[in-house]
């Protein structure tokens, strides 16, 4: 089965930093993903890690360490917008096909 | 394109009812997933289909649920009879399987409400 943990709630400053961590325990495993829901809205994705490494895309950068079996996901120069939950994901192999296990999700809430 | 697209977007409906989510993946993905969201439970993983054929339906809560794909552009979820406890958020989700990130999309959700 697949496990992960991720911290309940985060709070920072606009304009701050803030990363969220990511651990996992899993039977398979092919990558890391992180996606983004606002209140009332649908997940989306933000980035993907398969190898290990850090991976940028504008203001947000995702880092996965396999042996470590932990991940984050870095936001930078923080705008009220990105309150919201992020979720981070464990990609598997399902026979077929892959899938996704999601955490529990980390509610992030940008003050001013 | 139009993205996942779902309906009802909101579905109240009694106990003992039969209740049937639909969800029209994007053109082209030849994977579909249906989530449940619930505060206590998170974002639950109930069944998904590659090319149509179910793969896994572990997720599954219970033999009141059940879920079909029976063309690559249409998939229902169904729950009969419905019971208060599934009161949740239910998202479908598509994707290009073989794809080298085989991101999700998901679509806007069904919120229902089971009195």
């Known amino acids: 089965g697949q496990s992960l943990e991720q911290p309940s709630e985060v709070t920072a400053v606009e304009g701050a930093i803030v990363q969220i961590n990511c651990t996992y325990q899993?039977?398979?495993?092919?990558?890391l993903s992180w996606y983004q829901q606002h209140d009332g809205g649908a997940p989306t994705f933000l980035s993907y890690?398969?190898?290990?490494g850090l991976e940028e895309t504008g203001r947000f950068s995702s880092f996965l360490s396999r042996s470590d079996s932990y991940g984050y996901l870095l936001l930078q120069e923080l705008q009220m917008k990105d309150s919201a939950s992020y979720f981070c994901?464990?990609?598997?192999?399902?026979?077929?096909?892959?899938?996704?296990?999601f955490g529990t999700g980390t509610r992030l809430q940008v003050t001013l | 394109d139009a993205g996942v697209i779902q309906s009802p977007r909101h579905e109240v409906t009694e106990m003992g009812q039969e209740v049937t989510l639909r969800c029209k993946p994007i053109?082209?993905?030849?994977?579909l997933f249906w989530y449940r969201q619930t505060m206590m439970r998170g974002l639950e993983l109930l069944i998904y289909?590659?090319?149509?054929?179910?793969?896994?339906d572990s997720g599954m809560p219970e033999d009141r649920f059940s879920a079909k794909m029976p063309n690559a552009s249409f998939s229902t979820l169904k729950i009969q009879p419905s019971e208060p406890r599934d009161s949740a958020v239910y998202f479908c989700?598509?994707?290009?399987?073989?794809?080298?990130?085989?991101?999700?999309?998901f679509g806007p959700g069904t919120r229902l409400l089971v009195l």
């Open positions: 989700a598509s994707s290009l399987s073989g794809d080298d990130q085989e991101t999700q999309y």
């Open positions: 899993t039977s398979g495993f092919y990558g």
């Open positions: 890690n398969a190898l290990d």
């Open positions: 994901a464990v990609r598997d192999w399902g026979g077929t096909a892959s899938k996704l296990t």
């Open positions: 053109s082209g993905h030849n994977s």
């Open positions: 289909f590659n090319n149509n054929v179910p793969i896994d």
